[in-house]
């Protein structure tokens, strides 16, 4: 599902509320990527763990793994993930790591039972038809 037919919400730099979906439906998986219109780089990843709802770039800032494919721990009442590829755990509130790496993090909201995420991209549940011109 791409963004909604409700009006965005934005500002100056671009960053918008981007409506993903029923929260119902979003709740049944850990994890949804969710592709940006900006490209692969900028796709995000959608966490639902414990009752609440998460979002964070989908690359790793290490190595460009896929953290919708990690592992998700809760350790010290801290919820993380780890990347598949290397190990590297980042906070899913904050995107801070037990390392020197930072992950972007994106705000969440629910409102009349839909999932929302403040983002600069529109972004979708399904990816983004191919640019004919490349």
């Known amino acids: ?21 029923p929260a119902s439906e979003l709740s049944k998986k850990r994890c949804r990527l969710m592709y940006s219109s900006f490209g692969h780089n900028s796709d995000v990843c959608l966490f639902y763990v414990k ?13 460009g ?3 919708c494919e990690g592992d998700i721990e809760e350790a010290d009442a801290v919820l993380q993930v780890f990347c598949p590829w290397h190990d590297y755990n980042f906070d899913l509130r904050t995107g801070k790591s037990g390392t020197f790496l930072q992950q972007q993090v994106y705000e969440v909201k629910l ?5 929302y995420v403040k983002h600069t991209s529109h972004l979708s549940l399904q990816p983004f038809p191919a640019d004919p011109k490349s």
């Open 51 to 63: 009752g609440e709802f998460f979002a964070m770039d989908a690359r790793c800032s290490h190595s």
């Open 1 to 21: 599902m791409a963004s909604g037919s409700r009006v965005e919400e934005g500002n100056a730099d671009g960053v918008s509320w981007r409506l993903i979906g």
């Open 65 to 67: 793994g896929p953290l």
């Open 111 to 115: 409102e009349d039972s839909s999932v």
